[in-house]
């Protein structure tokens, strides 16, 4: 039988949304401050009514569901579900303001590509874009990375036993320190120390290419925000063939691996125990995908010799492949160059990589290593199982920071979560074909957009239908979250509708 | 004696309107600039071609060695350019949000996959002149967004400090 929400369920969940909301109202003025010193002044006020706005309706929420229950694990689902859709309504209202976006939709795309580190846009022309707007697009990036619930629960949540229901909704099951809020902050310092190091490799490499120093700087803090938090918007149009340097894209390929690894793995490499990269299942089977994926894209470019030289075709297809693979979704090519001139074989192997992602507790989306890592061990256990005499017990290993014997309950989980993402990348690409897209393109931009990742063939532009752009947001709002809060969500709702 | 001035004037006039007509079409070729949306969607058919394409200047102009790289905007997409790097001491303004980019004609050799600069899609100039030197575009303030602000922000001041009396209200009783 269903149970109707109650309206203690609906005030914790309101309670709690509310202090996520003024959590994001806050942000908003850290642009407004870095208009008012680069003295961009529209922008400025775009985000002083975005913030006040943004603050008022969290705070007007916190007093309406006033409350000091604690949330259980359905109100935190459902909770962290909302403060997504929330942080995308909020966070394109100074976007909509500056006039780069045709529609408050565009915008909302853009927001909720920001924030699920997708990298689709939507926007404008880019190139006149505002310092500050840029620098928002770039931010939310590196927000929804570490996750919108993070920042809360880092900043602006004291000793919350609900945290943890908060914390795993957001696609984050594991703590890498024993108090969850200690684990947020944890995941900002790494974040933090980083961008110091990525802004300033950057900044020192675009200077040496030709660009002056305030704007080496500024591209490269953006730019290491997109490729750490693997998200794939850049100051330019043309990506990141915008700086025409090898360098750089040695540099965003570096941070992208980073970005894509287990923020447990940084902690262990911070306390000198490098050895676990070798050991981890998710790093070894990240390697093996990486070879695989990569091997199916250069035979496909080499079949109808897309490029001229073995090192050109190498250094298109890794960078591609790499940016697919982490789900950043950095491009050195034209979108529409995917559909004219690479062939569908190399497509399938950026597909892939698309699909597989990076690891568990780190800032990409899709299946994810541990899954696939899980799935192939579990496959491995049952041909052991046919193989061995009968009366042999067959157990499992795998090492993940410490070892761990092979669970039915785990290969469930994991088989569960893969199946959802194939449901959601063909369900996208079915959308796309309804609209007359050939099916490999509708698969790419589908894929693209429900594992958070961001390369486009070019079906993303401004002209596209209008029920395109909203499965789109719910492909990357649903893959971001991945699933379970957002079926709690649609439970709650139902139950609203239909319980008693 | 007529009939050969009369042929000698049509002969000239025949010279000139096919001069005059040769002049225009060269200019309306000169004129005719590739889009860029035509050369990416094209560019195994522009492959090795010398082709024209004109654009406004964005971002910024690097200087690698003797050469620039040039970015060029025609309004739908944009085109990298190698140039001498002499090209850039004539260029003023790159375009940004506060500047309008000098609009740049260029001819020179298409490459969809340059082998000297690591496969890029690039056009490598054989000349560049500027069309039209870009502008500083002043920031003009739009007051409805200034009161917006300003009315927003007052509010949420207000409705912050009602709130906070409330609340001392509460805890004094």
Not at chain 1, 117 to 134: A, P
Not at chain 1, 143 to 157: P, R, Y
Not at chain 1, 211 to 223: E, N
Not at chain 1, 368 to 383: E, P, S, V, Y
């Amino acid at each position: 039988m269903l149970i109707k929400p109650t309206v203690g369920d609906i005030k914790n969940i309101g309670f709690y949304l509310g202090k996520i909301i003024v959590g994001l109202g806050f942000i908003m003025f850290l642009p407004m401050l870095f208009a008012v010193m680069v003295q961009e002044w529209n922008p400025a006020f775009d985000f002083l009514i975005g913030g006040s706005v943004t603050l008022l309706i969290g705070f007007f929420l916190t007093k309406l569901c006033e409350t000091t229950r604690d949330l259980n694990w359905m109100q935190g689902m459902v909770m962290v579900s909302l403060a997504w859709l929330a942080a995308m309504f909020f966070g394109a209202i100074p976007l909509y303001l500056s006039g780069h976006w045709n529609s408050f939709l565009d915008a909302s795309f853009e927001s909720m590509s920001g924030f699920a580190t997708t990298g689709l846009t939507l926007v404008q022309d880019l190139d006149h874009l505002s310092y500050t707007h840029n620098l928002w697009r770039h931010l939310i990036m590196f927000v929804g990375g570490q996750g919108i619930v993070i920042v809360a629960l880092s900043f602006f949540v004291k000793g919350l036993a609900g945290a943890f229901k908060m914390y795993v909704g957001e696609a984050r099951d594991e703590r890498i320190l024993p108090n969850v809020i200690h684990t947020s902050r944890f995941i900002w310092m790494v974040s933090i120390v980083y961008l110091v190091l990525g802004t300033l490799a950057l900044g020192i490499v675009g200077i040496s290419s030709g660009m002056d120093p305030f704007r080496a700087f500024f591209h490269g803090a953006c730019v290491f925000m997109a490729a750490f938090d693997t998200g794939g918007f850049t100051p330019q149009t043309q990506n990141i063939l915008y700086y025409h340097s090898l360098s750089f894209e040695i540099i965003t390929i570096i941070i992208m691996i980073l970005g894509s690894l287990n923020f447990k793995l940084h902690y262990y490499i911070w306390m000198g125990k490098r050895r676990e990269i070798f050991r981890n299942i998710e790093t070894r089977t990240l390697f093996f995908t990486i070879l695989a994926t990569l091997f199916i894209t250069l035979i496909g470019l080499n079949q109808l010799h897309t490029y001229p030289q073995t090192m050109v075709l190498f250094r298109k297809g890794f960078y591609q492949l790499i940016s697919g693979h982490t789900g950043t979704g950095f491009q050195t090519i034209y979108a529409n160059q995917f559909v004219d001139e690479w062939p569908h074989l190399a497509l399938v192997g950026i597909i892939s990589a698309m699909a597989l992602g990076g690891a568990v507790c780190s800032t990409t989306g899709a299946i994810k290593m541990l899954r696939i890592g899980i799935i192939f061990q579990a496959l491995k256990q049952d041909l052991k199982i046919i193989m061995l005499p009968e009366r042999s017990v067959v157990m499992q290993k795998f090492h993940h920071i410490k070892d761990v014997f092979l669970e039915d309950k785990q290969v469930r989980s994991a088989l569960l979560i893969t199946l959802s993402y194939l449901i959601l990348y063909c369900a996208g690409s079915v959308m796309g074909m309804l609209y007359g897209y050939p099916f490999l393109e509708s698969l790419f931009e589908s894929t693209s957009a429900a594992a958070n990742v961001g390369l486009s063939c070019g079906i993303t532009n401004t002209a596209m239908p209008n029920v395109l752009k909203v499965t789109y947001i719910i492909e990357m709002w649903a893959g971001r979250l991945e699933f379970m809060s957002v079926f709690t969500l649609i439970g709650f709702l139902f139950a609203a509708l239909r319980g008693k | 004696m007529r009939k050969n001035a009369y042929n000698f004037s049509k002969t000239i006039c025949f010279i000139l309107i096919a001069a005059v007509y040769i002049f225009l079409g060269e200019i309306c070729c000169a004129a005719q600039s590739i889009l860029s949306t035509e050369l990416i969607d094209n560019a195994k058919k522009y492959d090795g071609q010398v082709v024209d394409f004109e654009g406004e200047v964005i971002g910024d102009v690097m200087s690698r060695g003797g050469h620039v790289w040039l970015n060029l905007n025609d309004g739908r997409n944009v085109v990298s350019v190698w140039a001498e790097g002499e090209t850039a001491r004539d260029i003023q303004f790159a375009g940004s949000y506060k500047r309008r980019g000098d609009w740049l004609l260029v001819r020179g050799i298409f490459h969809r996959a340059c082998e000297e600069h690591g496969g890029d899609l690039d056009i490598h100039a054989q000349t560049v002149s500027v069309h039209e030197h870009g502008k500083s575009i002043p920031e003009i303030p739009d007051p409805v967004k200034q009161r917006t602000g300003i009315m927003s922000a007052l509010i949420l001041f207000v409705v912050w400090g009602l709130s906070r009396l409330v609340d001392k209200k509460r805890k004094h009783r």
